[in-house]
């Protein structure tokens, strides 16, 4: 008998119970699968793998009638085939079959017919904050690609570096990419163009897309320290914050700097950026050519000429052949809908995202609470974020992005998907950084790829172990959610919260 069920209905509860009872004890039949699949009907017996890995048994038949992402495993005592209409399919019907087999050495028997909820299923790393070499950007790939994630964003420039090398500015790697978040001393640290085309290769093997992050017009020290003829300058906290807004030469140099960029990374996409520019734009109200600059072009004051850069980026981009995206900062700059896609990232300001959604926008889900993983995760826990006392655990991501469905309804074909954030101020190394990252983003996951009607907070809680299992043999130091006094923070490089909130 064949029972169709979806994971984590009450009928899928009992078969599960039912299948323990019938196979031998110590075996676990919980499809150990996150993300969730779409919908599992159990069969009987098991399949042996011939070869190691059981992958390398599967039959694959090309059916052209359905979504570059979708898979069909039959798994049955005598073979494995599995139907899908691209590669992506076949390699998430694999990424499937590895995680059964994790567990199991031998396959249960199923049907699992499977395709992603959203499109955009990301996780961004900040390497300007703290430095994280090609290995670690190499190792979470793999780990994404197991989780059936499909986009990584690197955020490459900021205040304290640049990280990737433009050959026509040196000086961006040069002095430009010395020092990190927590030792300005540290010696300078950046990817080399051929570290990019190996982890974009990399990335696209495993069906990942990367998206390059230049973020202007804040955000943009680095620059002031290497090129100050393209920065604003000034003194204080903020000075050389935003690029130099009101000279042409600013442009070319953009123009000169995307056009390496763009050349690099096959995404259709480049991210500018384009947050908090307010925090630096204090010299844009005192010096006289930014002023005059604001005249003659009737921007009205320092937002408008904000948005004046914004179009000049995107006209850039656009002449590039690629679409942009920003931080939700941007709808207001008056690019058309069609010709940007927004990050929505102030959770605590969803108006912006109603506003970006009714004007038509597609817009990324990445809300600090709960998608930023520099965000604590425990009560416990003395390094990272919080929000008026809000936390990032792994029940707060679970219950996303249902707990924001009401804003979306009627609009969710506008939602290309959701993205989890790593921002590194105080994430300084390796073990700090899986420790942030691991086990959430599995969550992130789930969310991005199961629909709502297959996520399950219990179910998944089953499921999570055998994947810590898997991290085990990648050696990732995660926060244990079952356990947490096993796992200790590893401390960070501050000792307190040095980003004012609000
Ligand atoms: C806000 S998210 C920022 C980042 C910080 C982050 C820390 C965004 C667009 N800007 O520059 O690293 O908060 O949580």
């Given amino acids: ?65 359905h979504g570059d992402e979708y898979y069909r495993l039959e798994i049955t005592p005598k073979k494995i085939v599995c139907y899908a209409a ?8 694999k ?13 249960p028997c199923m049907i699992i017919e499977d395709e992603p909820r959203f499109e955009w299923r990301g996780l961004m790393l900040d390497v300007s904050r703290h430095f994280f070499g090609k290995e670690v950007v ?35 790697t040069g002095v430009g990419a010395e020092g990190n978040w927590s030792d300005r001393k540290a010696p300078r640290a950046f990817y ?45 906290r903020w000075a050389g914050f935003t690029f130099y807004p009101a000279a042409e030469a600013t442009y070319t140099f953009l ?15 480049i991210h500018i950026g384009g947050d908090e520019v307010h925090f630096g734009n204090q010299e844009w109200k005192t010096d006289p050519k930014i002023q005059q600059f604001i005249q003659d072009n009737q921007l009205g004051n320092e937002v408008g000429l904000e948005h004046y850069f914004v179009r000049r980026a995107c006209e850039i981009i656009a002449g590039l052949g690629k679409t942009v995206i920003g931080w939700d900062e941007i709808i207001e700059s008056g690019v058309p809908a069609d010709k940007m896609i927004v990050m929505w990232w102030r959770h605590d300001k969803p108006q912006v995202l109603d506003q970006a959604l009714k004007a038509g926008f597609r817009v990324i889900l990445s809300p600090r609470i709960p998608c930023y993983f520099d965000f604590v995760q425990h009560d416990t826990h003395k390094i990272g974020r919080r929000w008026s006392g809000a936390f990032n655990t ?29 921002w590194t101020e105080r994430i300084a190394d390796k073990k700090r950084l899986d420790f942030m990252t691991f086990p959430r983003v599995t969550v ?12 399950n907070e219990a179910t998944f809680k089953e499921r999570l172990p055998l994947f810590l299992k898997y991290l085990d043999t990648k050696k990732i130091y995660y926060f244990n959610p079952f356990n947490p006094d096993s796992t200790p923070e590893p401390w960070g490089p501050e000792k307190e919260d040095v980003i004012a909130e609000g």
Wanted: hydrophobic residues 40%.
């Fill in 1 to 65: 008998m064949i029972t169709i069920l979806k994971q984590g209905s009450a009928l899928a509860n009992i078969a599960v119970a039912l299948l323990l009872y019938l196979i031998p004890a110590g075996t676990n039949a919980q499809i150990p699968i996150i993300p969730a699949p779409q919908s599992v009907t159990l069969g009987k017996g098991y399949f042996a793998p011939t070869k190691k890995p059981a992958t390398k048994d599967m039959v694959v038949v090309t059916e052209k009638n």
């Fill in 444 to 455: 992130i996951a789930e969310d991005a790829w199961s629909g709502t009607e297959n996520k």
């Fill in 394 to 422: 792994l029940e707060v991501a679970y219950r996303f992005p249902e707990s924001i469905q009401d804003r979306t309804a009627g609009r969710e074909r506008q939602i290309l998907g959701i993205q989890a954030n790593i």
């Fill in 86 to 93: 691209t590669e992506t399919g076949v390699f998430y019907a």
């Fill in 255 to 269: 123009r000169h700097v995307l056009t390496e960029v763009a050349a690099l990374f096959p995404a259709p996409y």
């Fill in 95 to 107: 990424q499937s079959l590895l995680q059964l087999a994790d567990v199991h050495g031998r396959i």
């Fill in 192 to 236: 080399t163009q051929e570290d990019i085309r190996e982890i974009v290769e990399y990335a696209r093997e495993r069906h990942i897309m990367v998206i390059p992050e230049i973020d202007m017009p804040g955000h943009a020290t680095a620059v002031y320290r290497s090129y100050p003829e393209f920065s604003t300058g000034g003194t204080g």
């Fill in 138 to 172: 190499l190792q979470q790939l793999d780990i994404l690609a197991r989780l059936k994630m499909n986009r990584y964003h690197l955020h490459l420039t900021d205040e304290t570096g640049w990280r990737i090398e433009i050959k026509q500015y040196p000086k961006l």
